[in-house]
C-alpha cells in the first residue's frame, strides 16, 4: 500500500522531484496520473532551454522593431481604446483559464499551465492576425507593447489571485521566477524600440533575418522535443486539453469583440481588440513553463501552449474567411449612388 501510495503522489508536493533533471513524469490526461512515462535527457532538455531563451529574445527584438514611439505616445494620450483592450485582455483570458480549469477538474500541474497561458500578455502573432483581419494596426502594436509591459505586474497578480482557487498551488507556482523571466524579456523588447527609432532602416533587415533564424529554431527544437518526449506529446492532445485549446481563443475573441462593442468603437478596433485579447503569447508561455518548472513537474505539458496557437489560428482563419464572405456578399447603399447622380446637373 506504500509504495503504491507514493507512485501515485503529486510530483508538486514532492521536493525531490523538483531537483531531478532526467525524470519520469506520468500522465494519461489531465486529471489523472499514471501510465505514460517520460523521460529526457539532460543534455536535451539544456538544449531546448537555450533555443527556447535565444529564439525568445529574437522574437521581443523584433516586436520591439515594429514600435514607433510617436504613434505609442497617440494612442496613451487618447486612451480609450487602448484601456478597453487591456481590460478584455487581463479580465477576460484569466479569468476563462480559472473557470475552464475547474469545469474539466484539473490537475494541480495541469491547471497552473492553463493558467499561465491564460494570463500571458499578447505577443505579434496578434500584429498578423489584425492586419489580415483589416483591424487598426496602430492599436495593435501599441497594446501589445503595453500588454507586455503591465504583465511584468499583471501576470504574478493574477496568476496569485486565481492559484487561490487551488490550494496546492499556493507555494509551487514559481512567481519570483516569472517576474525575472518577464523583466528579462522587457530588455530585448526595448532594444528593438531603439533601434527602430534611431535606425529604421536597420529594423527592417534584422525583421528579415530573424524570421529565417526563428524558423530554424523552432525547427531544430521541434525535432529536440520529439527525440526527447516521444509518445508523451500525445498527453497534450487529451480529449481535456483540445476542448480548453478551441473554448480559450473563442472566448477571447467573442468577448474582445463584444466589450468594444459595447463601447461603440470603430469595426476595425472591434476587430483588433478580439485578436489582442484571444491572442496570447505562446512563445512566451513556453519558455515560462519549461524554465521555471523542472521537468519532474511539468513534463510535456509545457507544449500546451502550441495545441492553444493551432486553434487560435484555425479559429482566427475561420473569423477571416467570415469577414470576406461578408464584404462579398453584403448588399451595397444605393442611397449615396443615386445621391450623386441626383446632384449632377441635367
Known amino acids: ?18 531537483q531531478n533533471d532526467s525524470v519520469w513524469f506520468n500522465m494519461t490526461d489531465a486529471n489523472s496520473t ?22 525568445l529574445a529574437i522574437n521581443m527584438v523584433s516586436l520591439g522593431c515594429t514600435m514607433e514611439v510617436a504613434k505609442i505616445k497617440h494612442h496613451l494620450m487618447k486612451p480609450k481604446g487602448v484601456a478597453i483592450a487591456l481590460l478584455a485582455q487581463y479580465g477576460v483570458m ?10 474539466f477538474r484539473l490537475s494541480e500541474i495541469a491547471a497552473v499551465v492553463v493558467l499561465i497561458c491564460g494570463c500571458s500578455p499578447g505577443g505579434s502573432l496578434s500584429n498578423v492576425l489584425a492586419l489580415l483581419l483589416q483591424g487598426d494596426m496602430n492599436l495593435s502594436i501599441v497594446m501589445t507593447s503595453c500588454s507586455m509591459i503591465l504583465a511584468l505586474g499583471m501576470m504574478p497578480l493574477l496568476l496569485f489571485i486565481y492559484c487561490q482557487g487551488f490550494p496546492e498551488l499556493q507555494k ?3 512567481y519570483l521566477d516569472i517576474v525575472v523571466a518577464l523583466f528579462l ?8 524600440i531603439l533601434i527602430n527609432h534611431y535606425r529604421p532602416q536597420n529594423s527592417k533587415i534584422f525583421k528579415r533575418v530573424s524570421a529565417a533564424i526563428m524558423a530554424v529554431i523552432i525547427m531544430v ?48 478596433e472591434r476587430r483588433t481588440i478580439a485578436m489582442e485579447t484571444g491572442c496570447q503569447n505562446v ?6 513553463l ?57
Open 221 to 268: 527544437s521541434g525535432i529536440l522535443v520529439s527525440v526527447g518526449i516521444g509518445g508523451s506529446i500525445l498527453t497534450v492532445l487529451s480529449p481535456t486539453f483540445m476542448s480548453i485549446s478551441a473554448l480559450m481563443p473563442f472566448i477571447g475573441y467573442s468577448f474582445g469583440y463584444i466589450i468594444s462593442s459595447i463601447f461603440r468603437l470603430k469595426q476595425a
Open 94 to 103: 484569466p479569468l476563462s483559464a480559472f473557470c475552464l480549469a475547474k469545469v
Open 34 to 55: 499514471s501510465v505514460h512515462a517520460v523521460m529526457m535527457s539532460p543534455a536535451i532538455n539544456k538544449a531546448v532551454n537555450i533555443f527556447l531563451t535565444v529564439s
Open 1 to 18: 500500500m506504500e509504495a503504491g501510495s507514493d507512485l501515485g503522489a503529486d510530483p508538486l508536493s514532492d521536493p525531490d522531484s523538483w
Open 172 to 174: 509551487s507556482v514559481p
Open 283 to 288: 512563445q512566451l508561455c513556453i519558455t515560462i
Open 290 to 346: 519549461k524554465l521555471s518548472f523542472p521537468l519532474a513537474t511539468i513534463g510535456p505539458l509545457f507544449l500546451f501552449p502550441m495545441v492553444y496557437a493551432s486553434f487560435q489560428l484555425m479559429e482566427a482563419g475561420v473569423l477571416m474567411a467570415l469577414l470576406i464572405c461578408y464584404q462579398r456578399f453584403k448588399p451595397k447603399k444605393k442611397g449615396r449612388n443615386t445621391s450623386r447622380f441626383n446632384a449632377l446637373p441635367s
Open 185 to 192: 524579456i522587457l530588455i530585448p523588447c526595448g532594444i528593438g
